[in-house]
C-alpha cells in the first residue's frame, strides 16, 4: 500500500477559489514533500515541510504537517488555471527511497 | 546546470518485443538515480534505484530490469514486453537543498516516457 494517501482523489474549483488537499502516512518521516504533474508530464518538487515543523509557506502554497495525526495538508490560495495539475504527497521509506500518494487531481475553471 | 534527460518520449511496442528506455543526467556526479511506473491517473511506483555504478536494488519482481553502465546513466529494460507493462515512466534523481532546506533531499524527475504495448 501506498505510504501517502491524499485526498480528495480529484478537486474541482473557480479561480480565485482556495484548494484544499490532505494526505496521511503510515510510518514516521523526516521530512514530507509535496510534488506537483501537470498533465503528461514529470513531476515537479513544490515545497517540503521538516517533522519539526508544522506550517510553512511558499508564495500562494501553505502546507501543515501534524505528526500526531500522521497527515498533512497543501492548501492553494487564490488559484489560477495554470494550477491545474494533480498534487502528490510523498515520504522518504527507507534509506534514499521515496513512495508516493495516488495524488489529488485539481482543476480550476477561468 | 543539473538536467536530467529521458527518451524516448513516447513508444508503442507489440506484446513480446524489447524495450530499452534510457536516462542521463549532467551537472552531477554520483547521484541516486530511480525509475518509477505511474499507470494511467494513478500514483507513482517505485520500481528500481541505484546508489551507484552497477549497484541496482529492485522494489517489485516484474518483467523489466534496470542497468547502470555509468555514473550519469540509467536504463530500463524488458527482454519481452507483457500488455501490463503499459505506463507512464520516469526517471528521476535525488538532489539536496533545493528547497532551500540545509541537507533536505528531493527528487527531481525527467519529463517521462510513455509506453504503450498492443
Known amino acids: 500500500s501506498q505510504q501517502g494517501e491524499e485526498d480528495p482523489q480529484a478537486l474541482s474549483i473557480q479561480e480565485g477559489e482556495n484548494a484544499t488537499m490532505n494526505c496521511s502516512y503510515k510510518?514516521?518521516?523526516?521530512?514530507l514533500q509535496w510534488y506537483r504533474q501537470n498533465s503528461g508530464r514529470g513531476l515537479v518538487h513544490l515545497i517540503l515541510?521538516?517533522?519539526?515543523?508544522r506550517e510553512k509557506h511558499s508564495g500562494r502554497l501553505r502546507v501543515t504537517l501534524d505528526t500526531s495525526k500522521k497527515s498533512s495538508s497543501l492548501l492553494i490560495t487564490a488559484s489560477r488555471a495554470a494550477d491545474t495539475a494533480s498534487y502528490f504527497c510523498?515520504?522518504?521509506?527507507?534509506?534514499?527511497?521515496?513512495?508516493f500518494g495516488a495524488g489529488t487531481q485539481v482543476v480550476v475553471t477561468p | 546546470s543539473q538536467t536530467i534527460h529521458q527518451w524516448p518520449a513516447t513508444l508503442v511496442q507489440p506484446v513480446g518485443s524489447p524495450l530499452s528506455l534510457e536516462c542521463t543526467v549532467e551537472?552531477?556526479?554520483?547521484?541516486?538515480l530511480y525509475w518509477y511506473r505511474q499507470a494511467a491517473g494513478r500514483g507513482l511506483q517505485l520500481l528500481f534505484y541505484?546508489?551507484?555504478?552497477?549497484?541496482i536494488s529492485s522494489e517489485v519482481p516484474q518483467n523489466l530490469s534496470a542497468s547502470r553502465p555509468q555514473d550519469r546513466q540509467f536504463i530500463l529494460s524488458s527482454k519481452k514486453l507483457l500488455l501490463s507493462d503499459s505506463g507512464f515512466y520516469l526517471c528521476?534523481?535525488?538532489?539536496?537543498?533545493?528547497?532551500?532546506?540545509?541537507?533536505?533531499?528531493?527528487?527531481?524527475f525527467g519529463a517521462g516516457s510513455r509506453l504503450t504495448v498492443l
Open positions: 541505484s546508489v551507484g555504478i552497477g549497484q
Open positions: 510510518t514516521s518521516i523526516n521530512n
Open positions: 528521476a534523481w535525488r538532489t539536496s537543498g533545493t528547497s532551500g532546506v540545509r541537507g533536505a533531499n528531493v527528487l527531481t
Open positions: 515541510i521538516r517533522s519539526n515543523e
Open positions: 510523498a515520504t522518504a521509506v527507507g534509506w534514499g527511497k521515496f513512495q
Open positions: 551537472g552531477t556526479s554520483n547521484p541516486n
